[in-house]
C-alpha cells in the first residue's frame, strides 16, 4: 500500500549528518579528512588589435540588437580518429537545438561562421602567450602544433575550437607551497551566450576568436583557500605584462574539484576569484553526499545491472489543477525509482537536493524549463496523494521506491525519462564526471554537460607546425616584469600597506608607482597608498572613466613637483582625472577651485583665528583650538604649504 512520505523539506540526510560545515568553519584538516584536491584552468583574453586566426577586430562587443544578420545551425558529432565519439559531443546532439549566431560585419567575418579557412596564427599573440608562458616558468615548445578541440554545445560554430600548446610543466609559488603547472595553451576564445531556452541557443560572435590563454595546473591545492590564491597569482602575472584584456569576461576560470573516493569535477566560468573558495567547498561536500548516496543505494539494491525504472502516464488536468505550469498540450509521466525512497529529498548543496540533480540535466538534456519534475517526498508540492498511489500501483511499487512525476511537451517526454534512469544509475556509482556551472556566491552549482573526455582532440589539418627558435623565446625573455612575490618584496620594503597589494596587482599599477618613486621626489609608501587606497575607492563607486590610462597619474605626480605644489593636492587631483582622463593638470586645478597662495599669506592668518576661537569659545582647549583653526585653513592650505608644517606653526602661536 502506497504511503507519502509527510515530513519537512530535505527528509533525507540531513546536512549535519553527512558532516556537512560552512566555509567559515571548516578548517585544513577536515579538507584533508574529504582527500580534497583542486585543479585550475585559468583563462585570460590577450590584449591584441585582431583575432586569432583571421584580421577581424578584438574586443568589439555588441549589445542587445546590435547585429546585421542570424545563422541557424544544427550540430553533430564526429568520429574521432580511433574511432570513437566523445560523451559530451553525442549529450549535446540528443538536446536538437537550434544554434543562432549574431553577427555584425564590423567584428565577424566569413572564417567566424565556418565558410573560410583559417588564416596565420595571430603572430602578436603567439609573442604575449610566449612571454605568459615564461613568466609561469614553463618550457617552451620547439614546435607549435595546432589542434581541434570539440564543442558541439555551438559555442564555436566549427563545432571545435583551434587551440596550441605553447609551454610545459612550468612552477608557481603560492603562500606555503609551489603549484606546479602542467601547460599554457593558446586558443581562440568561443561565442558570448545570449540567451538558452528550450531548444534554442543564442550566441553573439563579438567575442569570437579573441586569442586567449589558458593555464592548467596540477590538482595542487588542498584547500579552497589555495585554490583561490593560486588563481590570483596566475592572474596577477598575467596582468603584470600590461598586454592583456581587463574586464567583465576577459578573465575565467575552470575549477576542477575531487574528494577520496568521487572524481573530477569541473566548475565552468568562474568569473570572480572570490567565488572559489565557496564553490569548491560546496562541491567538496556535494560529492561526500553523492557518495553516500551511492552506500545507501548499494545496500538496498543486490543486482545493479537490472535497475530499471518504470513509468506511466499522468492525467494532465489534475496536475494543472494542483498548480503546476503545464499547457494542455503537455504531457505528463509518472516513474518509479526502485530502491530511492528518501534519497530524493537527499541534502547535497544548500537548498538543494538529489531531486534538483534529476530536474538540471531534464532541463539541459530534454529542454525542459524548470519547473519540469514533481516528487512525492516534497512537502510543498500540492500534487495528491492519488496520483503517487496511482503511480505505485500502475508501476508495481513498494516501500523502498521512489515516485515522481515529469512534465513538459509531448516530444521530450521520452528524452525526459531516458535522463532520470541515466542520472539514477550513475547514482549507484557515486559522483559522476560532469561540468557544473557556478549559480551564486555561496557556492551552489548546476549541471551544465558531461565531462569531456580525450576523444575531442585531433590536429587541425587546416594549419602547418609553426616553428619556435631559440632567439625568439630569448628576445622576448629578456625585458620580462618581476615576479608578483618579488614585486610585494619590494612594496614592503616600501611599507605600502599590504591590503592594497590585491588593488595594485589586479590594475598593474607597480611599473607607475616605481616610476613615479624613482623619477620624482614623492616616497613610494605615499604614492602606493594613494592608489590602494584613493583611487580603488573610486573605483569601487564605478565612478572611474573606462579610458583611463593609469600611467596619467605620473603626469599628476610630475606636474605638482614642478609647480612645487604640496602632495596633498594629489589627493584632490587624482579623483578629477579618473573621471576625466584626458584633462589637463592646469584645467583640474581649475575644477577644484585651486587658487595659489604664498606661504606667509596663509600663517598670517592664524593669530586672528586665535582670536576668534577665543571669543566664540569660553573653554580653555588647545587641542580643540588647533583642529578649528586646521579646519579653517585647510581649504586654502592644501596644495600651498604642508599640513604638517601649518600643524606646528599653529602650535608656536604664528611664528613661522
Given amino acids: 500500500m502506497y504511503k507519502r512520505i509527510n515530513g519537512k523539506k530535505n527528509t533525507g540526510i540531513t546536512k549535519k549528518k553527512i558532516g556537512f560545515v560552512t566555509l567559515k568553519e571548516a578548517t585544513p584538516d577536515i579538507y584533508e579528512d574529504l582527500g580534497f584536491k583542486c585543479g585550475l584552468e585559468v583563462h585570460q583574453q590577450l590584449l591584441t588589435e585582431q583575432k586569432l586566426f583571421c584580421r577581424c577586430p578584438a574586443g568589439k562587443y555588441q549589445k542587445g540588437d546590435d547585429f546585421q544578420a542570424e545563422i541557424v545551425r544544427h550540430m553533430r558529432p564526429t568520429l574521432s580518429e580511433l574511432g570513437e ?10 538536446t536538437r537545438k537550434n544554434i543562432t549566431y549574431r553577427l555584425k560585419n564590423e567584428n565577424a567575418c566569413t572564417y567566424e561562421i565556418d565558410d573560410t579557412p583559417p588564416f596565420p596564427l595571430n603572430r602578436e599573440a603567439l609573442g604575449i602567450s610566449i612571454e605568459i608562458a615564461l613568466l609561469l616558468k614553463t618550457s617552451i615548445v620547439g614546435e607549435l602544433h595546432i589542434t581541434r578541440k570539440q564543442y558541439l554545445d555551438g559555442s564555436i560554430p566549427t563545432g571545435f575550437q583551434r ?13 606555503n607551497k609551489k603549484i606546479r603547472i602542467i601547460q599554457m595553451s593558446i586558443e581562440e576564445d568561443s561565442c558570448r551566450e545570449i540567451s538558452d531556452i528550450g531548444h534554442e541557443r543564442i550566441y553573439s560572435t563579438d567575442r569570437l576568436g579573441v586569442p586567449l590563454i589558458e593555464t592548467v595546473t596540477y590538482p ?44 573530477r569535477v569541473e566548475i565552468k566560468g568562474v568569473s570572480r576569484i572570490k567565488w572559489i573558495p565557496p564553490l569548491t567547498h560546496v562541491e567538496a561536500f556535494r560529492q561526500k553526499a553523492l557518495l553516500e548516496i551511492k552506500k545507501i543505494l548499494e545496500e538496498r539494491t543486490k543486482n545493479v545491472p537490472e535497475w530499471e525504472i518504470r513509468s506511466t502516464p499522468v492525467d ?20 518509479r525509482l526502485p530502491g530511492f525512497r528518501a534519497i530524493l529529498s537527499f541534502f547535497t548543496q544548500p537548498e538543494k537536493t538529489f531531486a534538483d540533480e534529476l530536474s538540471e540535466r531534464v532541463k539541459v538534456i530534454a529542454c525542459i524549463e524548470k519547473p519540469n519534475i514533481v516528487h512525492d517526498e516534497d512537502s510543498s508540492s500540492k500534487i495528491p496523494d492519488e ?28 528524452m525526459a525519462e531516458e535522463t532520470i534512469r541515466e542520472r539514477c544509475l550513475l547514482a549507484f556509482q557515486g559522483v559522476p ?92 609608501s605615499f604614492v602606493g597608498t594613494i592608489v590602494g587606497h584613493r583611487i580603488k575607492n573610486v573605483d569601487g563607486k564605478n565612478a572611474i572613466s573606462p579610458g583611463f590610462d593609469h600611467s596619467r597619474l605620473f603626469d599628476i605626480f610630475e606636474f605638482c613637483e614642478k609647480k612645487k605644489l604640496d602632495s596633498e593636492l594629489v589627493k584632490l587631483m587624482i579623483p578629477v582625472l579618473l573621471i576625466h582622463p584626458n584633462m589637463d593638470p592646469e584645467s583640474i586645478l581649475s575644477t577644484i577651485k585651486f587658487k595659489k597662495r604664498d606661504k606667509k599669506e596663509i600663517i598670517s592668518n592664524i593669530p586672528l583665528l586665535d582670536k576668534q576661537f577665543n571669543t566664540i569659545s569660553k573653554k580653555n582647549d588647545p587641542g580643540a583650538k588647533k583642529r578649528w583653526i586646521m579646519g579653517q585653513l585647510r581649504p586654502i592650505a592644501v596644495g600651498n604649504i604642508s599640513l604638517r608644517e601649518l600643524s606646528n606653526t599653529i602650535n608656536g602661536g604664528g611664528n613661522g
Avoid at 565519439?85 to 540528443?94: I, N, Q, R, S, V
Avoid at 503546476?324 to 509518472?334: D, N
Avoid at 618581476?482 to 596587482?505: A, C, G, L, Q, V
Fill in 387 to 414: 496520483v503517487f498511489s496511482d503511480i505505485y500501483t500502475k508501476t508495481g511499487g513498494d516501500e523502498k521506491d521512489a515516485f515522481l512525476v515529469v512534465f513538459g511537451p509531448a516530444g521530450d517526454i521520452a
Fill in 85 to 94: 565519439y566523445d560523451g559530451t559531443a553525442l549529450m549535446e546532439f540528443k
Fill in 316 to 335: 494532465n488536468s489534475i496536475l494543472i489543477k494542483a498548480g503546476l505550469p503545464l499547457k494542455k498540450e503537455y504531457k505528463a509521466s509518472g516513474i
Fill in 433 to 524: 564526471n560532469e561540468t557544473r556551472k557556478a549559480v551564486n556566491r555561496e557556492g551552489t552549482t548546476i549541471f551544465e554537460r558531461v565531462l569531456p573526455g580525450p576523444n575531442r582532440m585531433y590536429p587541425d589539418t587546416d594549419s602547418a607546425p609553426i616553428a619556435i627558435d631559440d632567439g625568439y623565446i630569448s628576445k622576448l625573455g629578456s625585458d620580462l616584469p618581476s615576479d608578483i612575490y618579488d614585486r610585494e618584496k619590494i612594496m614592503k620594503n616600501w611599507n605600502i600597506p599590504e591590503d592594497t597589494f590585491p588593488y595594485i596587482h589586479v590594475r598593474n599599477i607597480f611599473p607607475v608607482i616605481k616610476k613615479i618613486s624613482e623619477e620624482l621626489s614623492y616616497s613610494p
Fill in 163 to 175: 587551440t596550441a600548446i605553447v609551454g610545459i610543466e612550468g612552477l608557481i609559488p603560492i603562500r
Fill in 220 to 263: 595542487d591545492m588542498k584547500t579552497p583557500a589555495e585554490a583561490a590564491e593560486a588563481g590570483q597569482y596566475i592572474r596577477f602575472l598575467a596582468r603584470s605584462t600590461g598586454k592583456v584584456r581587463t574586464g567583465i569576461g576577459a578573465g575565467r576560470e575552470d575549477v576542477n574539484v575531487s574528494i577520496k573516493g568521487g572524481t
